[in-house]
């Protein structure tokens, strides 16, 4: 009987010396693992994300309900930023090649820095990017909109006619959901970033391309046509849950009571 509690208290000393799944998510890893980590789950959202079979007439209902919204609190402009943006030379194929670009190359190049310069926030945006993208990823499913472009609205597809990135083709198509437009992860990333790189960066033009960084973002997601307003309000929504979720995991565990320590070191004892 003695040599059989021994044997339970030898389990439960071993079980405690692995980390907990809260400690696993809330701590910084190797980079490489990082990597690996990041670029599988985004490539599984990508492939999840792809498989939308939602039809265009009915993007383009819940793309209407969107503009009676922003018509009635009167900031329906969208229009008229890309027409401006259209009428400068060179603007339309600049906002094009940002629109792929700063979405993938910026992100990834602000998470290496916040890995190397700032380790222990890097788990806090690690988890609020993943929390983030997973509210997305559901939204896309239950709640397909045609983005600006597709809407029938006269927008043009800037992506598309001046940077010469079809993302309507084959291709692209069998991983592009061309109805997830709510919420713009492209806005909520860089709010993300910016917000990060004003708070943590030393010197004043760093702090400087952090505040603007967002502002950028949405001339560009606007400009090529394919986003709204609405769209960027949702993204930095989805970026606060995504937040507020990361915090949760992040928050350092609770100590245990007395009692339970004692029997947790006496069972260590006994190993």
Known sequence: MIRGRSLVRMNVAILHRFPS???LASSPHRGLVEIATLAGLYGIYEVVRGRGHASLAGARDHTDWIVDVERHLHLFGERAIQRGAHWVPGVPTLLGIAYIALHFVGTAA???????????RFPLVRNTL???TGV???????????????AGLGFADTVSDSAKVNLSSDLLGSLYNPFAAVPSLHFG??????VTIAALARGRVARAIGWSYPAVMMLVIVGTGNHFFFDAAAGALAIAVGFLAASWVSAPEAKPAPKQRAVRESAVALS
């Open 21 to 23: 799944l809260k400690g």
């Open 110 to 120: 602000f998470l290496v820095w916040l890995y190397r310069r700032h380790p222990e």
């Open 130 to 132: 993943v929390a983030a």
């Open 136 to 150: 997305a990823l559901a939204l896309y499913i239950l709640y397909p909109v045609a983005p600006p472009r597709l």
């Open 189 to 194: 990333y860089a709010l993300l970033v910016g």
